[in-house]
């Protein structure tokens, strides 16, 4: 029987979520069910992303937190920005590939979960079918060792089984609260970019009026 071949991508801001899937990603080696070809970060794998096809994986697996306002985790974002890309043209490179996604983060944040939601609706448009219902972990519950060992053991089983015509689900299960992002290809929102470089010119402006005032001051009136 031919082996599964999985690509997990990852996204994290404290190392946590990269912690965890790097052990699922052991642990799946171990057991030998699925074929493990790559364990990458989001960013990482952005510059391939074009290699990301039902001819070198059979499943993606996706682990990622959010950061601030619901953004990608650095060296996130420029993945996140090819999946919004995949998910415009219609071409549905994912195509024949299945998916599963793991969210981790805290409810101290109301958007904690927000990059794993866009991230498992973004693949499935552009192509792949969910083979598992997100999961999504809350680090101040008590009872997430056993709530990952779970979805570890879930995932094996589903992408080893035949794909369904459709998607087990849709991706607003468990939630469905999203809040967009504009990006660009490097990575950040577009509109904090615009807004930083906006805040840059005014503080330039400023201190240019500043150092004027005062060569005028010393020059004509001390």
């Not at 057991?31 to 990482?44: L, P, R, S, W, Y």
């Not at 794993?116 to 680090?139: N, Y």
Request: proline residues 3%.
């Amino acid at each position: 029987m031919k082996a599964i071949r999985v690509l997990i991508v990852w996204g994290s801001e404290t190392n946590c979520t990269k912690n965890v899937i790097t052990e699922i990603s052991d642990g799946w080696k171990a057991d030998g069910k699925i074929k493990v070809v790559k364990v990458i970060e989001g960013d990482a794998i952005s510059g391939e992303f074009d290699q990301i096809n039902s001819s070198n994986y059979d499943a993606l697996i996706v682990a990622t937190s959010s950061y601030g306002d619901g953004d990608p985790p650095a060296g996130f974002g420029k993945f996140l920005y090819k999946l919004y890309e995949a998910s415009k043209d219609g071409e549905e490179p994912f195509a024949g590939m299945q998916h599963a996604v793991l969210g981790l983060g805290s409810t101290t944040y109301e958007t904690y979960q927000n990059v794993p939601r866009l991230v498992d609706k973004l693949i499935g448009e552009a192509g792949s079918k969910r083979c598992l219902k997100r999961v999504e972990v809350d680090e101040i519950d008590d009872d997430n060792e056993e709530t990952i060992k779970k979805w570890s053991d879930e995932v094996v089983k589903a992408i080893g089984e035949v794909p369904g015509a459709t998607p087990v689900c849709d991706w607003t299960e468990p939630a469905d609260e999203i809040y967009d992002k504009v990006l660009g290809e490097d990575g950040f929102e577009v509109a904090q970019g615009m807004a930083a470089e906006s805040s840059n010119v005014k503080l330039a402006i400023v201190v240019a009026a500043l150092g004027a005032g005062y060569f005028y001051y010393k020059k004509y009136i001390k």
